[in-house]
């Protein structure tokens, strides 16, 4: 009998790009556009200048391009510091319960600039690296947003413990399969990638959490996975040895990634023939975390559809996952921009004062007395019915938004956020407000057509000088 890390290496190495659905296809591009959009914009971070700074200290030859730069550094360095850019802003696609793009997307960039890879390339690597992600993830996590302290073990939890495993770190096997099929790796190369890459997972983080201030490592640092996608890869073409069935038995990868247990069947249950990516992918439409989007969406209609501004409105009461309840969700001292990305109340408050999204996490916005004032308007709990609802339907995100303005009360309420609707032509005016916080209008719109075009790239080398400061 087969097990799950044969499936696994099966799939990957079965799988080309002609055998990809029209559907995987167009959302694999979609996610590149996205990511590297908001890769671009997060250069003026905190978070993107420290792993810029320190990516060109680490240095190596000139073989790969830091997103929205003139630097060329060795291709794990340059995947090091795209991986943390893409997840600097928390504007980046999701799909519960991880985000793939960061940490799915640098290192077979990286990698593909050095082989001269073409755009097909780079869209099977993506779509391996996403669909595997979220299969891995769900072994060990589940589709549960909530767990009671009276359940028992069961998959998705860490032993011993009512908190759900963060399954972030799933992406490192997922990123290493596509980095290796864009190397076009041979299978005993291949099974030593992923054996390496499994050997490289990072601990689960779940302390994040409730930890104030809000770390930039939040729930895994995506540059460092991405590098270590990269010397899996490459140490495995060197013929460096590893576990070859890391994901096996009852000591394999689920084990020492803290579930009480896991199931492989969520893996392999139709590997290859049915996309479980499609469908689930998230894209934001606002630049702070995912599960604050929906309240965002109702805030919004409200003070739109009524005309209201900061000062008509008296209070606003948001009920939605009991995550909400937690000290980062409720921090109103923002002391950055990554706390400011956490806060429901900051959120809440910039959207009030219709600032651009492009300034959301700026300096300035961040110390606006006029917006740190609205936040005391804001109060959050959990939504009674949560879990009600998400137990049947996993995905959703029951959310609940009251205002009081005027003298009235307003109300709106919805299970599932604008960002699973996404057409292609906001996604492109998304990226091309990104891209043109850093890029000359030139190289804007060369970027734009390459990457509407992805797929008819020849090599991804000009997507990605399209993309740089380089001439």
């Known amino acids: 009998m087969k ?22 296809v167009r959302e694999s591009k979609r996610i590149v556009m996205d990511s590297i959009g908001v890769a671009v914009a997060a250069l003026e971070s905190d978070k993107g200048r420290c792993a810029v700074t320190l990516a060109k200290r680490l240095g190596g030859g000139p073989e790969s391009a830091i997103l929205g730069t003139r630097d060329r550094l060795s291709c794990a360095n340059a995947a090091f510091a795209n991986g943390e850019l893409i997840n600097a802003l928390d504007f980046d696609a999701y799909s519960f319960p991880l985000h793939p793009p960061p940490s799915i997307i640098p290192a077979p960039l990286a990698i593909g600039e050095t082989v001269g890879a073409s755009g097909k390339d780079l869209i099977l690597a993506v779509a391996l690296g996403y669909e595997i992600s979220l299969r891995l993830a769900v072994t060990v996590r589940g589709l549960k947003r909530v767990f009671s302290s009276a359940e ?74 991405s590098l270590a996608e990269v010397v899996a ?34 893996l392999t249950e139709k590997l290859g023939s049915e996309w479980r990516m499609l469908g689930k992918v998230e894209y934001k439409p606002y630049p702070c975390w ?34 909400i309840t937690h000290p980062r969700q409720k921090e109103k001292n923002i002391r950055d921009h990554m706390v400011a990305q956490f ?47 998400q137990a ?26 604008r960002g699973f609707e996404m057409t292609d032509d906001e996604l492109r005016r998304k990226c091309k407000a990104n891209l043109s916080k850093v890029l000359p209008s030139a190289k804007v719109d060369r970027a734009m057509g390459s990457l509407i075009d992805l797929d008819k790239v020849e090599n991804i080398g000009t997507l990605v000088q399209a993309v740089t400061l380089t001439k």
């Open 3 to 24: 097990g799950p890390t044969e499936e696994l290496l099966n799939f990957v190495m079965a799988t080309d790009f002609r055998d990809l659905p029209d559907q995987v």
């Open 290 to 323: 995912g599960d604050g989007h929906l309240a965002l969406d109702c805030f919004i209609k409200i003070i739109n559809e009524n005309s209201l501004r900061p000062e008509d409105i008296e209070s606003v009461k948001v009920q939605t996952t009991p995550s």
């Open 152 to 225: 028992g073990i069961e998959v998705g939890k860490i032993t011993g413990t009512k908190y759900p495993v963060s399954s972030v770190g799933a992406t490192v096997i997922a990123g290493a399969a596509g980095a290796g099929k864009v190397l076009k790796l041979d299978r005993d190369t291949m099974a030593r990638a992923i054996g390496l890459a499994a050997h490289y997972c990072p601990i689960p983080q779940s302390k994040w959490r409730f930890t104030s201030p809000i770390p930039m490592t939040k729930y895994i640092s995506s540059g460092w996975v």
């Open 343 to 389: 806060s429901l109340p900051y959120v809440i408050a910039v959207a009030a004062n219709r600032i651009d999204l492009s300034r959301w996490q700026d300096p300035e916005t961040i110390k606006d007395k006029q917006i740190l004032g609205f936040m005391d308007k804001v109060m959050q709990e959990a939504h009674p019915d949560f879990a009600k609802v």
């Open 233 to 266: 890869v490459l140490l495995a073409g060197t013929g460096y040895t590893a576990d070859t069935t890391p994901l096996d038995g009852e000591l394999g990868w689920w084990r020492y990634f803290g579930s009480g247990a896991w199931n492989p069947e969520a």
């Open 392 to 417: 049947k339907e996993p995905y959703s995100m029951l959310t609940s938004v009251e205002v009081k303005a005027k003298g009235k009360v307003f109300q709106e309420q919805g299970k599932y956020n």
